[in-house]
């Protein structure tokens, strides 16, 4: 025979589990609210930490900001300074030092020859080797021959030009651009006028 005696009331007995359906409930009900503070609270640290970089970088930007702005201005009143040495290095580059060729030039002068007048101009071009500004020159010289070989005196002063060392390294070409009887007053019937023209070779800026 099986003899069972109930030592409590029915309304007495518990779940014997740990994690009955209220505990579930309270441990949920306390953890949302954790959870959720938790998170406010690393996104309000973050946030903190942001407008904290935010801030010093704008700090940093605004010392920095008059220096950035004389650092512009100095670059580009150096890179203007720059071209402008550029161009004066390319006109001297490209300049004929004219006082040794006038300094050379009565030693290539036959004694039947007086010169009156020597002019000499330039024009800009572009090589067409390597597409570079240059400058070309030319000199006019023209004069007088008196006497008889007037023509070979004036020959001599051509070819002159051609072989002395000042001019021939310079000179691209060398003519005799006129040459005419003198009709002035007193000039005899074997004087001549002349103009040679010397174009020098283009020289690059």
């Known amino acids: 025979m ?42 309000a640290v973050h946030v903190w930490n942001k407008t904290a970089a935010v801030d010093k970088l704008e700090r940093k930007w605004l010392e920095a900001e008059p220096k950035q702005e004389m650092a512009i201005r ?3 009143e150096l890179n203007v300074n720059r071209r402008l040495k550029e161009e004066l290095d390319g006109w001297r580059r490209s300049q004929i030092v004219w006082h040794t060729q006038l300094a050379a ?6 004694p039947a020859i007086q010169l009156v007048e020597l002019n000499t101009d330039q024009v800009l071009l572009t090589l067409e080797k390597d597409k570079a500004m240059a ?5 006019q010289i023209r004069g007088r021959s008196v006497g008889k070989g007037s023509d070979l005196a004036v020959d001599e002063l051509e070819q002159n030009l051609r072989t002395f060392s000042v001019f021939a390294t310079q000179l ?4 005799v651009a006129a040459f005419s009887a003198d009709t002035s007053k007193n000039a005899s019937p074997d004087d001549r006028l002349f103009e040679i023209r010397c174009r020098y070779k283009p020289r690059a800026f």
């Open 2 to 43: 099986n003899l069972r005696v109930d030592l409590i009331l029915p309304s007495e007995q518990r779940n014997p589990s740990l994690f009955t359906p209220a505990f579930v409930v309270k441990v949920i009900a306390f953890s949302i609210p954790v959870l959720i503070g938790a998170s406010l609270a690393f996104v």
């Open 74 to 76: 100095i670059a580009a």
């Open 105 to 110: 030039l009565p030693r290539l002068v036959p």
């Open 135 to 139: 400058r070309s020159f030319t000199m």
């Open 172 to 175: 691209e070409s060398v003519e």
